[in-house]
T-cell receptor, first 110, second 114 residues
Framework: QQPVQSPQAVILREGEDAVINCSSS?????VHWYRQKHGEAPVFLMI?????EQKGHEKISASFNEKKQQSSLYLTASQLSYSGTYFC???????????FGTGTSLTVIP | GAVVSQHPSRVICKSGTSVKIECRSL??????MFWYRQFPKQSLMLMAT?????????EQGVEKDKFLINHASLTLSTLTVTSAHPEDSSFYIC??????????FGPGTRLTVL
């Protein structure tokens, strides 16, 4: 049931871009993206409700391909504060089942 | 924004004792609450989903008699780890969802069983 994320880990220099992918084996109702800092609870970044929807939040945006059961998170011109572990969260079926992806550790260095 | 609190934030207990963790939605009514467990360097694993006034739905492999969940009101859900053992040591996080689709997370409870 657990969605698979890729890559598992990535190291960027400040200002570089990154893409994190999330794939599901089941049909999706919605996609959520979160960032978690060490020892803290996940922080909500954005939700995508419709297939093909794209959303943006400052320099972080995401897309949702309902047909492929995939979502991608785009981080552009990365900042040091972007470091953390990124999780996709997928609502499956009618929306009462929710599963986190395997996680992607992102480290931004000066 | 919506706020979810968890109490306690950290608990250390002896093996064999029971521990209760509270999850409260402070400024909205949570029709659904989710309980997750996270081991170091791993993803959050859904343990159970609870809707107010009904029995929780547990994920496969999660013992419902060991992890008792009560969602007695629209603002409170509790998770009780009964007869805790060292392997139950983990970071437990709840989330709450109101009428929309967004889940709001509590700050988490770190449980250490000696």
């Amino acid at each position: 049931q657990q969605p698979v994320q890729s890559p598992q880990a990535v190291i960027l220099r400040e200002g570089e871009d990154a893409v994190i992918n999330c794939s599901s084996s089941k049909a999706l109702y919605s996609v959520h993206w979160y960032r978690q800092k060490h020892g803290e609870a996940p922080v909500f970044l954005m939700i995508l409700l419709k297939g093909g929807e794209q959303k943006g939040h400052e320099k972080i945006s995401a897309s949702f391909n309902e047909k492929k059961q995939q979502s991608s998170l785009y981080l552009t011109a990365s900042q040091l504060s972007y470091s953390g572990t990124y999780f996709c969260g997928l609502e499956i079926g009618s929306g009462n089942q929710f599963y986190f992806g395997t996680g992607t550790s992102l480290t931004v260095i000066p | 924004g919506a706020v979810v609190s968890q109490h306690p934030s950290r608990v250390i207990c002896k093996s064999g004792t029971s521990v209760k963790i509270e999850c409260r939605s402070l400024d909205f009514q949570a029709t659904t609450m989710f309980w997750y467990r996270q081991f170091p360097k791993q993803s959050l694993m859904l343990m159970a989903t609870s809707n107010e006034g009904s029995k929780a739905t547990y994920e496969q492999g999660v013992e419902k008699d060991k992890f008792l969940i009560n969602h007695a009101s629209l603002t409170l859900s509790t998770l009780t780890v009964t007869s805790a053992h060292p392997e139950d040591s983990s970071f437990y996080i709840c989330s709450a969802r109101g009428n929309g689709n967004t889940q709001y997370f509590g700050p988490g409870t770190r449980l250490t069983v000696l």
